[in-house]
């Protein structure tokens, strides 16, 4: 794996706000202001399209807006309202330039200033204030996890799935927007009731509906705040796979040339619950014809190439259903839970594996740096959501100056921490790097978390000199235990 230009360069300037030799503070993305607050009208929507995809169990929205600054000053501010319960089940809020791709540096901010109000804030500073009448596009991508509703609740072992998803036919927004429409993607066509409202123009009545695509508008000019509920049901052929905790832990051998990946899942189908017992010969009868299930059968895990010694436990022990292809090509993972995992069930479950440390590690004298993904785990068609994410980089003991940076968005970070957890044969104890994320998709598998440190030779040497010693010790104290004569003496 090559490490390129641009992440030691983004390592290099975040060195100093994200590491620390020993701890680091809990990273915060939260700005407080003062309970009063309201957004200055500074912006106005002039285009905006709202793209809502449902074909995965998590809800995925894309807002692509113009925006336009009707102040007299430059302006760099522009917010996003949500409500408090959305607010525990966003994340993954990213937001780049439309037109121009090589416009970076969007911070994107939670807003604390009310906590008894309903309408919370995301704050977006622009890289650069916008002038007086001046536009930009902004492209903003954000997920929901948690999002749907199974109706009805209960269904028979091989009945069809139907969720429910609600949201606003007009795009929330503290501005006025001159022009909107929001598109519903759906994984079917099978959707027997949405909502309709009233039209606008030549047509009559909105949603127009093309096949599994939903649209609601073009609208009019609609005031800042306004709102329009709507809800759609639709057919969900597959599990609800949701993570509700997951603990990862990268675990980097120098002496044995090896990085060791370990994944402790807690796992739950938030489906429609089964309305009757389980019928074990009526599932193993249907999977002569493989019938579409809303029920978890199996998971696939794809690992980085020259992956090794993989395994697959749960709390009884060692799973055997499970398959591990290894070759120049891929490494991919297959398992399958001891039992379908059917709506309302819960599975936890491990998976580990080595890799050959050359692959993810590079030196530069006695600085080290580590590049894994954040977060592998499965791939499905139908996505994964994991809503807690905890990530242990546990380094060499000794190692020293910790740094990291990662392409995961910095609004999903809730903390971080350098700690020394004693194992085998040390002293002072290992290094290890905590990061803690929240409500993570599947859509960031492989993004980047490049870890820097120090790790000096004599370091390196402390393991291997401690057990020398340790043994010369023994050797010497036996020698010295046989010299002493018990024998009793004939005198």
């Known amino acids: ?146 999002a749907f509703a199974p109706l009805p609740a209960a269904i028979q072992q091989s009945e069809k799935q139907y969720l429910v998803y609600q949201f606003s036919a007009y795009c929330p927004s503290v501005y006025p927007t001159l022009k909107q429409k929001t598109e519903v993607k759906l994984p079917s066509s099978d959707i027997p009731d949405y909502t309709k409202i009233a039209g606008s123009g030549e047509t009559k009545e909105f949603p127009q509906k093309q096949g599994s695509k939903l649209t609601y508008g073009p609208f009019p000019e609609v005031p800042a705040g306004a709102v329009s509920p709507v809800k759609v049901r639709y057919e969900f052929t597959k599990p609800v796979t949701h993570v509700s905790q997951l603990e990862r832990d990268v675990e980097v051998s120098h002496w044995g040339g090896n990085v060791a990946f370990e994944e402790r899942y807690t796992l739950y189908n938030y489906g429609a619950n089964l309305s009757s017992q389980f019928n074990r010969v009526k599932w193993a009868q249907s999977q002569y014809f493989n019938p579409q299930s809303y029920a978890l059968k199996e998971l696939k895990v794809p690992l980085r190439v020259g992956s090794k010694d993989a395994y697959f436990t749960d709390v009884i022990g060692n799973v055997s259903t499970s398959r591990f292809r290894s070759n120049k090509r891929e490494a991919v993972l297959e398992l399958k839970p001891r039992y379908p995992v059917f709506g309302g069930w819960k599975y936890p479950f491990t998976i580990g594996w080595n890799a050959d440390a050359k692959r993810f590690l590079k030196k530069s004298g006695d600085t080290y740096m580590l590049n894994v993904p954040f977060i592998e785990g499965p791939k499905q068609q139908e996505g994964v959501a994991f809503e807690q994410v905890q990530v242990r980089v546990l380094l060499p003991e000794g190692a020293e100056n910790v740094r990291f940076y990662t392409t995961i968005p910095e609004s999903s970070i809730t903390d971080h921490t350098v700690d020394l957890q004693q194992t085998y044969l040390d002293t002072i104890g290992r290094t290890v790097l905590t990061i803690k994320a929240r409500n993570l998709v599947d859509d960031f598998r492989d993004r980047e978390l490049i870890v820097s440190y120090d790790y000096s030779l004599v370091a390196s040497l402390r393991k291997p000199l401690i057990v020398f010693s340790s043994m010369v010790t023994v050797f010497i104290g036996m020698w010295a235990i046989s010299k002493v004569d018990v024998r009793f003496s004939t005198k």
């Open 1 to 146: 794996m090559k490490f390129t230009a641009a992440a030691a360069a983004c390592l290099s300037l975040f060195s100093q706000v994200l590491g620390d030799t020993s701890t680091a503070g809990p990273s915060s993305s939260k700005v407080v202001l003062p309970a009063t607050f309201k957004p200055p009208q500074v912006f106005k929507n002039a285009n905006l399209v709202h793209v809502i995809t449902l074909e995965k169990n998590y809800a995925k929205e894309n807002i692509n807006v113009l925006i336009e600054n009707v102040s007299q000053e430059p302006q760099d501010e522009y917010f996003l309202p949500f409500t408090s319960d959305q607010m525990e089940r966003i994340g993954g809020i990213e937001v780049k330039d439309r037109k121009d791709a090589t416009v970076s540096g969007f911070a994107v901010e939670a807003v604390e200033f009310d906590q008894t109000s309903d309408t919370q804030y995301y704050r977006i500073r622009l890289p650069t204030p916008l002038p007086a009448k001046g536009q930009q596009t902004l492209g903003i991508s954000l997920f929901y996890l948690n």
